[in-house]
């Protein structure tokens, strides 16, 4: 293992990581010689992905979890001794909510998987990741929840032409930013070194926007995750970057 930052024999851990841009994570992240828990909820997904990563033999490997049910959540914890890196990927997108009487039960599942099952799954990988010299955490986030891009000029997009819409998935996505911060703070506390930051990945093609033709590519994306999950000792935490290493504001 690298003295300052996860390296070579260091263990990961992706949600989400049967598809899109989970699944490049885990495949960077084996290329850089960890051992990865390749997170799904469905078992043939999550064999397909495992075959399709077989080139790093059995070092990836395949975990069953569903990051909304606690059960699932104690038995994958249980099931893993040894953790240098999670990387909180898994989330869903239930469509154009808006807060102008938009399905409630759309926000309720966007919380539910974006904000709440980060929360769930970090608590219970807690133990094995204090266990590591080198703890990082990684919460892929979108540049959708950044509220000074929401009210002011962005690079990238200008989210004031959407008046609103997509607000389940953007306020839950602002939310997961704020637990990072916490989490990044917490942690400092304790005096354990993590590195706790999230992570906007950029407009992609994946499941999660179905028919984005002009997305990118998701192994773009994933390389900045995979840079945030191998910083060094000294690198930054609490913070808000894009795939291409800027700083994000909140």
């Known amino acids: 293992m690298n003295d300052t930052a996860p ?51 059995d070092r990836a490997r395949p975990l069953q979890l569903e990051v909304t049910d606690q059960d699932s959540i104690a038995a994958a914890a249980a099931s893993v001794d040894a953790l240098d890196v999670l990387v909180n990927n898994a989330g869903i997108n ?4 808006d807060p102008l009487g938009g399905p409630l039960d759309d926000f309720r599942r966007a919380y539910e998987t974006n904000v709440f099952a980060v929360v769930a799954v970090t608590a219970a990988f807690l133990p094995a990741l204090r266990r590591s010299p080198h703890p990082r955490i990684v919460n892929v986030s979108s540049g959708t929840a950044s509220l000074t891009w929401t009210t002011s000029d962005n690079p990238q997009f200008d989210w004031r ?11 839950s996505k602002t939310a997961l930013n704020a637990v990072t911060l916490h989490t990044a703070q917490a942690l400092a506390a304790e005096g354990s070194g993590a590195r706790v930051n999230a992570l906007a990945p950029g407009l992609r093609r994946t499941n999660l926007l179905p028919g984005m033709s002009r997305g990118g590519d998701p192994a773009e994306a994933a390389a900045g995750a995979v840079r945030l999950a191998l910083l060094p000792d000294d690198g930054p935490t609490g913070g808000f970057f894009s795939w291409d290493g800027t700083p994000v504001p909140w």
Do not use: F, K, M, N
């Open 7 to 57: 390296g070579p024999g260091s263990v990961a851990l992706v949600t989400g990581a049967t598809s899109g841009i989970g699944l490049e994570i885990a495949r960077q992240l084996l290329d850089a010689g960890l051992i990865v828990h390749v997170a799904g909820r469905d078992p043939d997904r999550l064999r397909a992905a495992i075959d399709e990563l077989s080139a790093s033999g």
């Open 94 to 97: 239930p469509g154009g909510a």
């Open 161 to 171: 032409a959407v008046q609103g819409g997509g607000t389940a998935y953007r306020s």
